[in-house]
């Protein structure tokens, strides 16, 4: 409604505007897509604690009458064996364990460690050093230093404080700390306390009694021409041959560089696969991983009370709607999540055919947006969908965004020449270099005129970089002479 400056008349105007607003179930669907497996296990029991009208399935079936009825018949079936046998049971127990009336004293059972008091814990290397600090001769004012000493040793068994700072801490002079913190060094593993691989070096050559020899020489002075390979400049340095040097260069090489390396918490990590492609009859079928994950439905009892003419408070029936509508949305969106994964792992696969037949060297280039236009859906919806779900292949398990990637020119003499994908242009360079003379190894511009050779266009500087993403040194430091 608008006024005009001349007679103040009033005047009514009509407008039509489209607005695309985020109501709060979209945006749970929209998060509910990017979850992971773990996350999403996490939100279903978040609302099956506070959602009274969702309901378990799975949990109901495994506490079904007729899976209470099939344990029983099993706890049956080996007395029955018994009594065929004329056997009893009792006998094989241990006496110990039971009264005078035969029946299982709940003392014995108290008595005896928890589940969790059995299980072992591996030490870690700040225990293990405490430990033999303990065993020690050192004094008491000094092993309170030693503990702050260890308590500053990193994963890799370095001692990552200055001794400044140390001191200041433990209100002590340099050298009580440098005093033990020799005692410490020599403390198993072997080079354990280092302030850095230099001094990590010469603690170990020095415990296998090489102290004086070609070995600590070159530890001491030469180790970045050691790291360079040069050999050359190492011998007429040490005066010592070519030969010497090598066998000292072994030594050397078979020294730890990380000492607290066999302390590390190796916890394996396990990635459950939210797809599985599988071959049948010579096709590609999509298999949805829904193991572990709740099957949800609406309580029978709760949409029955909704549904009836009896006397519900206001606040209540409002209550139940309301959780009503919410545990129908949470279900509705679970299923589309699902079937967006599906459509998503069905183009993926129909795409990348030939990397599922013959394995990564042939993995094509594809981008986000081939996926989306395959389905008739937003790139953000097909990015969302890939972050964090995991794909079991014939090939192996791989992320959902591993086979999206960057192309490459193919220089083909036809103009069909499909172009290459990176993720292959990196295998092939794995490969030559996996493959390579040590005494002459492969150098960028090499690698470069090989591809070339296979019909791959690249950049000496791409090589580079793929060869630093594929942690693969320099050919000057893969060299080995010998």
């Not at 993995?363 to 081939?370: A, E, N």
């Not at 990176?422 to 996996?434: D, P, Q």
Request: charged share 30%; proline share 4%; net charge negative.
């Amino acid at each position: 409604m608008s006024w005009s400056d001349g007679g103040m008349k009033a005047r009514l105007d009509l407008k039509l505007t489209q607005k695309l607003i985020m109501t709060p179930q979209l945006q749970q669907a929209i998060k509910l897509l990017q979850l992971s497996r773990l996350e999403l296990n996490q939100v279903i029991d978040q609302e099956l604690m506070e959602n009274p009208l969702l309901e378990d399935v799975t949990a109901e079936e495994e506490a079904s009458p007729s899976a209470e009825g099939e344990a029983e018949k099993k706890e049956e079936e080996p007395s029955e064996k018994a009594e065929e046998l004329d056997l009893k049971w009792e006998d094989y127990y241990v006496d110990e364990d039971r009264d005078e009336a035969g029946s299982y004293s709940a003392a014995s059972s108290e008595e005896r460690p928890s589940y969790d008091q059995t299980l072992t814990k591996a030490t870690s290397l700040e225990d293990h050093l405490l430990w033999q600090l303990g065993l020690s001769s050192v004094k008491q004012g000094e092993k309170g230093i030693g503990t702050v000493l260890i308590g500053n040793i990193d994963e890799n068994g370095y001692l990552s404080t200055p001794l400044e700072e140390i001191a200041i801490s433990c209100g002590a002079s340099l050298e009580s700390i440098g005093k033990v913190l020799k005692i410490i060094q020599s403390f198993d593993p072997s080079g354990v306390a280092a302030r850095n691989l230099k001094e990590c070096l010469l603690i170990q050559i020095d415990q296998l009694g090489l102290s004086g020899s070609l070995v600590e020489t070159i530890a001491k002075d030469y180790l970045e021409d050691l790291e360079k390979k040069r050999y050359q400049n190492i011998a007429k340095g040490c005066n010592a041959s070519i030969q010497e040097v090598l066998h000292a260069s072994k030594v050397i090489e078979h020294l730890e560089p990380k000492p607290g390396r066999p302390f590390y918490s190796a916890e394996n990590l396990y990635i459950i696969p939210d797809v599985f492609v599988v071959k049948s009859e010579g096709k590609y079928l999509i298999l949805l991983n829904d193991d572990g994950l709740p099957k949800l439905k609406i309580s029978s009892f709760y949409r029955t009370l909704l549904r009836s003419k009896e006397n519900v408070g206001d606040n209540t029936k409002t209550y139940l709607e309301e959780k009503f509508r919410s545990a129908l949305w949470l279900v509705r969106s679970i299923e589309q999540r699902n079937r967006t994964i599906h459509l998503v792992a069905e183009s993926i696969v129909k795409f990348q055919y030939d990397f599922m037949e013959k394995g990564i060297s042939f993995l094509k280039p594809l981008i986000l947006k081939q996926v989306a236009d395959d389905i008739s859906m937003h790139e953000s919806t097909v990015s969302r969908v890939t972050t964090n779900k995991y794909m079991y292949t014939p090939q192996g398990i791989y992320e959902l965004k591993f086979f999206f990637n960057s192309s490459l020119p193919r220089v083909g003499n036809g103009s069909d020449t499909e172009n290459l994908s990176s993720i292959a242009v990196r295998e092939m360079i794995r490969k030559m270099v996996s493959t390579e003379d040590p005494s002459r190894p492969l150098k960028d511009q090499e690698i470069v005129e090989r591809l070339k050779q296979d019909d791959v266009e690249i950049a000496r500087r791409t090589v580079t970089k793929y060869r630093a993403w594929l942690k693969i040194p320099p050919a000057n430091r893969r060299k080995r002479p010998f």
